[in-house]
């Protein structure tokens, strides 16, 4: 399902397998608790790079799941139980005392590119993988914490326009030309974990204090955070 590692400063976070990284409810409790389990055992200096395995990096909610409560109701249910317990696992990351990164080994869509997003960096493939917001196409309205993380981390309204309304698949080199990935100059699952690990490394060179990191960060998105429940606070020595 999903594995920490830590390698000196930093944590790698990997979401498992060979399939989607559909994120059921015992994904999604399975990475919450990991992500506090880095929180837990950070230290200056500490560093998370989020992967995954196989095609996919997360191809968004368990749509399959949510369909096989037998019923619309019961599907709707579904749906909103898991829009609900994804939004501690993106608030725990913007809370995170450490940069985070995350390497996008392939497709991400729908909450799978939320979870990119909610990382202070993301770098992409340029040979393979796509960036998809499916909701227009299949007819579901984007939750509204979703619509304040695009509209906090995506600058212009014409890159949110193509993501979110448009049922584009974009590819790495427009993704990086409409400012919603930063790099996308790899070519392979290693080269962008391998870039992603060296930019990891600089960082943990700097040792900052992680809970003025956090705060920081916070701070540039207060719309955002407030619907998460964070607040931006300093409570740190030198």
């Not at 880095?38 to 992967?51: C, D, F, H, P, W």
């Not at 249910?77 to 985070?100: G, W």
């Not at 309304?165 to 790899?186: F, P, R």
């Amino acid at each position: 399902m999903c594995t920490l590692e830590k390698r000196g400063d930093l944590f790698l976070l990997t979401l498992t397998g060979d399939d989607e990284h559909r994120f059921h409810p015992d994904t999604i409790a399975s990475v919450l608790s990991l992500l506090e389990q880095a929180k837990s055992q950070s230290t200056r200096g500490s560093v998370l790079i989020t992967t995954a395995q196989g095609k996919f990096f997360s191809n968004g909610f368990d749509l399959a799941w949510a369909q096989a409560a037998g019923s619309q109701t019961g599907a709707v249910n579904r749906m909103h139980q898991m829009v609900e317990s994804f939004k501690p696992v993106i608030a725990a990351l913007f809370e995170l005392p450490m940069p985070t990164i995350a390497a996008l080994n392939g497709h991400a869509a729908a909450s799978g590119l939320m979870f990119a997003l909610s990382h202070d960096y993301v770098f992409m493939r340029n040979d393979r993988g796509v960036l998809y917001m499916s909701e227009v196409d299949l007819g579901l309205p984007l939750p509204d914490y979703f619509a304040a993380m695009f509209a906090a981390k995506i600058g212009t309204s014409i890159a949110r326009r193509e993501l979110l309304l448009s049922g584009k698949k974009i590819k790495g080199e427009e993704a990086v030309a409409l400012g919603i990935v930063d790099s996308a100059a790899h070519d392979s699952v290693e080269g962008v974990v391998e870039a992603t690990v060296s930019l990891g490394e600089s960082l943990a060179a700097k040792k900052w204090n992680g809970e003025v990191y956090a705060s920081i960060r916070k701070s540039l998105y207060p719309g955002l955070c407030a619907m998460l429940s964070l607040t931006a606070k300093i409570a740190a020595s030198p």
